[in-house]
């Protein structure tokens, strides 16, 4: 800390502390506020659903609502006449998967329009859904991972894995696929998946994130129970 006219003085390392307190009160807030937004944005999307599933409300309902919002609430974004329509569009996808439905409630309304938009099936939809929210992905990393078809490479691409993990765990057929380890951990092309014939060929740091690219598939699809084998098994194959 300097003050004009004195030498610095070295901060207390409470200070540092005192920061920290901050940031994860920060981060709290805002789950809890990405919470209750998208919580509403789920009511209005049955609201609106119901009352056109019922013939009570046409689409020109839709867009006068989306006027008196915007006379009413001066100030208040997200509710235009689109995004009326996409909640309503994100309640009906969600509605009737109660495992998936409590994951939306994780991830920003950015993210969950991307996946909503850009998934051709409810089963892309899970698979982005528990990626995004568990590796914490930006908005411009989940248009990334669509981009290069991530859930086709990963879960619809024939596997090729190690001899160790495919006669120990041979279920790890459906999740480790090749296509997708060598662009999403980086390795060089002709990988087989069995273990590297060097480490000097990639800096140390590499393994890591090598490692942990494969638990997620791992724990993607094996949440509750099953896991730890496979798992143990995954990270010796990579490190």
């Known amino acids: 800390m ?18 920290t307190l901050i940031q994860a009160a920060k981060e709290r807030a805002y789950h809890a506020v990405n919470t209750a937004l ?32 915007a006379n009413t609430q001066p100030g208040l974004r997200g509710f235009t006449r689109a995004n009326l329509f996409r909640m309503r569009q ?10 998936v439905a409590p994951l939306v409630r994780q991830l920003p309304w950015t993210h969950n329009l991307i996946i ?15 990626a995004a929210a568990r590796e914490q992905w ?7 991972q669509f981009a290069i078809a991530l859930f086709e490479r990963a879960v619809l691409t ?26 999403f951990l980086g390795l060089p092309e002709g990988h087989s998946g069995g273990r590297p014939a060097s480490r000097a060929a990639r800096p140390p740091q590499d393994f890591p994130d090598r490692t942990r690219a494969r638990l997620l598939l791992c724990q993607l699809h094996w949440p509750a129970n099953g896991c730890t084998d496979v798992r143990l098994s995954v990270a010796c194959s990579v490190a």
Do not use: C, M
């Open 2 to 19: 300097k003050v004009r006219g004195q030498a610095q003085v070295p901060a207390d390392p409470g200070f540092a502390e005192i920061v």
């Open 38 to 69: 998208i919580g509403l944005y789920w009511q209005v999307g049955e609201y609106i659903s119901r009352k056109l599933a019922a013939a009570e409300w046409g689409n020109g309902v839709v867009t006068q609502l989306a006027a008196h919002l």
């Open 90 to 99: 994100f309640y009906e996808a969600y509605r009737d998967d109660e495992k």
């Open 116 to 130: 909503l938009s850009q998934s051709k099936r409810p089963e892309e939809r899970e698979f982005y859904l528990r």
């Open 138 to 144: 930006s908005k411009r990393e989940l248009e990334r």
């Open 158 to 183: 024939p596997a090729k894995v190690s001899p160790v993990v495919r006669q120990s765990h041979p279920q790890a057929l459906s999740v480790f696929k090749d296509a997708y380890l060598l662009e």
